[in-house]
């Protein structure tokens, strides 16, 4: 909604989404837990892919839809953690094998040439911030205090938005719907968002977790049909039924 119109500039809405996540977070954290900014526990290497992810994703989104920019982001997500997986002698089943082939496969046909593949430049943008995303998952593992930690990193990444907003000064765009659907990005869906999904995990092993995570980029094609306007192509209904069908199959066929 704020970048698909020109709402607002990618580099203002990164900026702005990281800021008022920070504040959220942070505000969260101080009323629940009683802790204060001199306890945040997170990690520089952290907050790099976190600002990495929140910058190819802002700029991906100036030319993807919700939908295919979602499919992207989550299949890029799951095939990096995966590989590291793989990398650190982890042995995948035979189903896993087939599911991750299945993802990949999916993955090659939403964003090869034809008449309905998206931009290369945005998906190889959304293709950057998966990698971020999964790396910055992989290095948040075994935090003590997932939602401490995430604070941390947020107020970190906020400083090296800025930087990326000062050399986009020329390009400086922001109207009032723009800067609202920044800050409810960042505060809504990134602050109180986490936080649901933190107490979530609680309850969920980590296959039910990952299996309801796979949810997100259907969520993201009919929110953008329905609230968009955007088409629902064949490439896409067939991309999305290979990717979600593969991680599917590879997080079933986890021992």
Do not use: C
């Amino acid at each position: 909604m704020a970048l698909g119109p020109g709402a607002i500039d990618a580099a203002s809405f990164m900026t702005l989404r990281l800021a008022s996540g920070a504040a959220m977070l942070f505000v969260i954290m101080a009323f629940s837990q009683g802790k204060s900014a001199t306890k945040l526990q997170g990690k520089w290497s952290a907050a790099w892919m976190l600002f990495l992810y929140a910058v190819t994703f802002s700029f991906s989104y100036l030319q993807l839809s919700a939908g295919t920019g979602a499919l992207i982001l989550f299949g890029t997500v799951q095939v990096t953690m995966i590989v590291v997986a793989l990398n650190q002698g982890e042995k995948p089943s035979p189903l896993e094998w087939g599911g991750l082939l299945l993802a990949l496969l999916g993955l090659i046909y939403l964003v090869s040439p034809g008449l309905a593949a998206p931009p290369i430049v945005g998906s190889g943008l959304m293709v950057v911030a998966g990698i971020a995303w999964g790396f910055y998952s992989l290095l948040g593992r075994g935090a003590q205090d997932p939602v401490a930690y995430t604070t941390a990193n947020f107020v970190r990444a906020v400083p090296l938005a800025m930087g990326v907003s000062l050399v986009n000064l020329s390009g400086l765009h922001m109207t009032l719907p723009g800067v609202i659907l920044a800050l409810l990005s960042g505060a809504l869906a990134s602050g109180v968002g986490y936080a649901i999904w933190y107490a979530a995990l609680k309850g969920l092993t980590a296959t039910m977790a990952a299996t309801v995570q796979l949810a997100v980029p259907v969520i993201a094609s009919v929110g953008g049909i329905l609230l968009l306007q955007e088409a629902l192509t064949m490439r896409l209904a067939l991309a999305s039924l290979m990717i979600l069908g593969g991680i599917g199959l590879a997080v079933v066929g986890r021992r």
